[in-house]
């Protein structure tokens, strides 16, 4: 099987769900080709060493990249080499297309040349649009009417539509008015090769909280600092990873904030190495999320780690089911759970083994047997 997949822009230092699908179908024989822009997403830019993409060939761990020249218009990438697509796309040999975010001017640009190719071939998307996030400007408005209306004319040739939550389920399913058989869930997951329970914890007798991820306004740190501060227990300290190379402003007011308010917080660098997080989430004892939603969610529980999770959207309950986790919407809720986890500290009651053996089922080797069943079940079709 081959696989074609659809990106605005595509970075190989920060994974995301399509880096891991690849990696696991590869294990089966199964190729993927990435085709994107030349662009960078900008807000990664803070974490990426190469900055220089450039038009051409490259590669990802043995898939194959194909980067195509564009212009960027406001946020948006408008791929130049529309003939190269179109060869590529018609001349492929591919088995199934699969794109990433249906808002993106990529996006409808390949359902126009699938067409005008005339090849019968699946297609599918993953979008993972965050309702809380919503393009208010005139010119944006605009745009999304237009897109809505080029991916209706184009809806009956697509096979599924991927959402990884519920919000982003009933917000898709309602902006592209698609029947309950066009649209499904399926989760983010995590590498359970390097994200699993390693039986080093701490030997503190203190609780040990931590945050991994990119340290910017929206992961709301503010609230833990303030709530730690509340709770004013000496035994309970706070490991935060997500600073710059060179720490942001934002980044340093945090930091002052912590000093201010007599918290225990420890800033490091943002962990960028998989291996070097996984032994870090297998030394703290919780793992606290005040603000949105992130995938190290998933990784901190493989590792065997509960988390307190921020509700920022519905349908989380499947983050901390079966005792892997508290979800909490007020602080007050947030005060609790991280009392109830020192006293399980207390009492020996985190089980770890349990915690990782639960969150297996969130594994990518796991979700790409989904993935491959979906589509050797419509290629037979």
Not at 16 to 34: Q, R
Not at 46 to 67: M, Q, T, V, W
Not at 120 to 146: C, E, M, T
Not at 279 to 286: A, G, P, R, T
Request: charged share 30%; aromatic share 12%.
């Amino acid at each position: 099987m081959k696989i074609l997949k659809i990106w605005d822009t595509f970075q190989t230092e920060l994974k995301y769900h399509d880096h891991y699908l690849a990696d696991e179908m590869k294990k089966s024989g199964i190729e993927t080709v990435f085709l994107s822009s030349d662009k960078i997403n900008k807000e990664f830019y803070p974490f990426l060493k190469n900055k220089d993409i450039k038009a051409g060939e490259d590669n990802y761990n043995g898939s194959k990249i194909i980067r195509l020249k564009s212009f960027e218009f406001m946020g948006k990438q408008f791929i130049l080499e529309i003939k190269k697509m179109y060869k590529e796309i018609k001349n492929g040999d591919y088995d199934v297309i699969h794109i990433f975010g249906i808002s993106n001017p990529i996006s409808i640009l390949c359902l126009l040349l699938v067409k005008f190719s005339g090849k019968r071939i699946p297609i599918y998307f993953n979008d993972h649009s965050n309702p809380d996030l919503k393009n208010q400007s005139i010119i944006g408005k605009i745009y999304y009417k237009f897109n809505i209306y080029m991916f209706n004319l184009f809806k009956k040739k697509i096979f599924k539509v991927f959402t990884p939550n519920l919000a982003s389920y009933n917000l898709i399913k309602s902006r592209y008015n698609l029947s309950d058989d066009k649209i499904d869930i399926i989760p983010l997951g995590y590498d359970s090769s390097v994200f699993y329970y390693s039986g080093k914890k701490n030997i503190e007798k203190k609780l040990v909280l931590g945050f991994a991820g990119k340290l910017l306004s929206n992961k709301r740190i503010e609230l833990l600092i303030e709530v730690l501060s509340e709770i004013d227990d000496i035994d309970i300290v706070c490991e935060v990873v997500g600073l710059y190379d060179e720490p942001s402003e934002y980044q340093k007011s945090l930091i002052n904030y912590a000093k201010e308010k007599n918290v225990s917080m420890n800033f490091k660098p943002l962990i960028k190495d998989p291996v070097k997080l996984a032994e870090y989430y297998n030394y703290i004892d919780v793992a606290v999320f005040p603000g949105s939603i992130s995938i190290t969610t998933l990784e901190a529980t493989g590792c065997g780690t509960p988390i307190i999770l921020f509700e920022s959207i519905e349908g989380l309950e499947d983050r901390v089911e079966n005792d892997r986790g508290i979800l909490f919407k007020e602080k007050r809720e947030l005060m609790d759970a991280i009392k109830f986890y020192k006293n399980k500290k207390q009492k020996k009651l985190i089980d770890s083994k349990v915690i990782e053996q639960n969150s297996h089922k969130f594994s990518w080797k796991e979700l790409s047997k989904i993935y491959l069943d979906l589509y050797k079940k419509e290629m037979k079709n």
